[in-house]
């Protein structure tokens, strides 16, 4: 931010969406000398070469854990957009809010007007504070409860508890 280097996104130019940025030109910016831009191959490198760390031996149940692998790719559906082991798309992962049963407050302050699909490997170090952009489920019973109302999965207690120790172990 503030650096000095090129930075370009046309969306920004929108002076309804971003007064500020328009007014200043922030979707435009010609910084010299260009500090950013060569270095950005091997930050994105760097990035996708972190290893998501592994949850801690006798931190989930793995019997359970297993057959929540099933309910997640299978009747559950969660595979459709957490596809592993990326455990998001491959490809454009953004998603309207109401494909996801919520509001779109903060979507609506991004360019995009999406979310996006949560990557889930690694996700037993984030358990607190909640899930979701805002963390709005506090637990992830309420995650699944979410997706099971919203969805019409009909998952029995015993596949959300299954889904729940599968989510851990990821
Ligand atoms: C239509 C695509 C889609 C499907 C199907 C889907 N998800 Fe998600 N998931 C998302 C998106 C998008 C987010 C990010 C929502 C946000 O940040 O507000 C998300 C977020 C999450 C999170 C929160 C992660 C975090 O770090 O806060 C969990 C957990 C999760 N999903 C689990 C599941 C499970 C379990 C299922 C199956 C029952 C499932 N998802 C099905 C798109 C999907």
Not at 7 to 36: C, E, M, S
Request: glycine letters at 10%; one cysteine or more; aromatic letters at 10%.
């Amino acid at each position: 931010m503030h650096g000095s280097g090129t930075f370009f996104d046309a969306r920004l130019n929108d002076k309804t969406q971003y007064a500020v940025a328009a007014k200043t030109g922030a979707g435009n910016a010609r910084g010299t000398p260009d500090r950013i831009t060569p270095t950005l191959a091997a930050l994105h490198f760097y990035q996708l070469a972190i290893p998501s760390p592994k949850p801690p031996e006798g931190s989930f149940d793995k019997a359970a854990a297993a057959r929540g692998k099933e309910t997640f790719s299978g009747k559950a559906k969660c595979a459709t957009c957490h596809v592993p082991p990326l455990f998001t798309e491959p490809g454009n992962n953004l998603h309207a809010p109401s494909e996801i049963g919520v509001d779109a407050f903060q979507a609506d302050r991004s360019p995009t007007h999406m979310y996006r699909t949560a990557p889930l490997a690694g996700l037993w170090t984030h358990q607190k504070g909640g899930f979701y952009h805002d963390g709005r489920f506090a637990s992830l019973r309420d995650v699944v409860a979410h997706y099971d109302g919203f969805l019409k999965l009909g998952l029995t207690e015993q596949e959300k508890g299954n889904l729940i120790e599968y989510l851990k172990s990821l």
